[in-house]
T-cell receptor, first 111, second 113 residues
Framework: TQLLEQSPQFLSIQEGENLTVYCNSSSVFSSLQWYRQEPGEGPVLLVTVVTGGEVKKLKRLTFQFGDARKDSSLHITAAQPGDTGLYLCAGDLPNNNDMRFGAGTRLTVKP | EPEVTQTPSHQVTQMGQEVILRCVPISNHLYFYWYRQILGQKVEFLVSFYNNEISEKSEIFDDQFSVERPDGSNFTLKIRSTKLEDSAMYFC???????????FGSGTQLSVL
């Protein structure tokens, strides 16, 4: 079993559509981060959420941290082909010194 | 923006050989990490390093793996006797503090033949 479950695993949509991807766990995290990874490159941080219930916006991307700090969602409004990539969530466990990643959601936005 | 650099970008080796993957973390960062990603699969945590010692390691990081910070700038991952299943992209990352922004290098693609 994975510490962080991401869903869906794959998502293919048309340009202009909205989408939501999820990151769920039974563990509580000190913080949770969302990354985007392009093929052949390392993950790049998009956002960090720390407080339960927190909502952060990054242009067309809205990130929410669950009240219990066990889950998170990423909502993209009016998706564009440039949003195509692998979206990873990573959690920072309390009293621990590592970041554990989910398996990612591979998003394809077709023009 | 400062960046984490990794060398080499590609490494091909024979099974059973030793490899050393090199990383130069961001200069004022204090926490260092190695992750790996097998093609098409998830990013897997290997090890974290702080204050010149390993602070956490995963079940993947067995006694074939070791890390070192030999001087003030480099952070290396050694695989003593490579196996076919060690073939993956290996990412180094660093951060100023736990829970902070994790900066990743662009990875070393290791191919074990």
């Amino acid at each position: 079993t994975q510490l962080l479950e991401q869903s869906p695993q794959f998502l293919s949509i048309q340009e202009g559509e909205n989408l939501t991807v999820y990151c769920n766990s039974s563990s509580v995290f000190s913080s949770l981060q969302w990354y985007r990874q392009e093929p052949g490159e390392g993950p790049v941080l998009l956002v960090t959420v720390v407080t339960g219930g927190e909502v952060k916006k990054l242009k067309r991307l809205t990130f929410q941290f669950g009240d219990a700090r066990k889950d998170s969602s990423l909502h993209i409004t009016a998706a564009q082909p440039g949003d195509t990539g692998l979206y990873l969530c990573a959690g920072d466990l309390p009293n621990n010194n590592d970041m554990r990643f989910g398996a990612g959601t591979r998003l394809t936005v077709k023009p | 923006e400062p960046e984490v650099t990794q060398t080499p970008s590609h490494q091909v080796t024979q099974m059973g050989q030793e490899v050393i993957l090199r990383c130069v973390p961001i200069s004022n960062h204090l926490y260092f990490y190695w992750y790996r990603q097998i093609l098409g699969q998830k990013v897997e945590f290997l090890v974290s390093f702080y204050n010149n010692e390993i602070s956490e390691k995963s079940e993947i990081f067995d006694d074939q793996f070791s890390v070192e910070r030999p001087d003030g700038s480099n952070f290396t991952l050694k695989i003593r006797s490579t196996k076919l299943e060690d073939s993956a992209m290996y990412f180094c990352a660093s951060t100023l503090g736990t829970g902070g922004k994790l900066f990743f290098g662009s990875g070393t693609q290791l191919s074990v033949l």
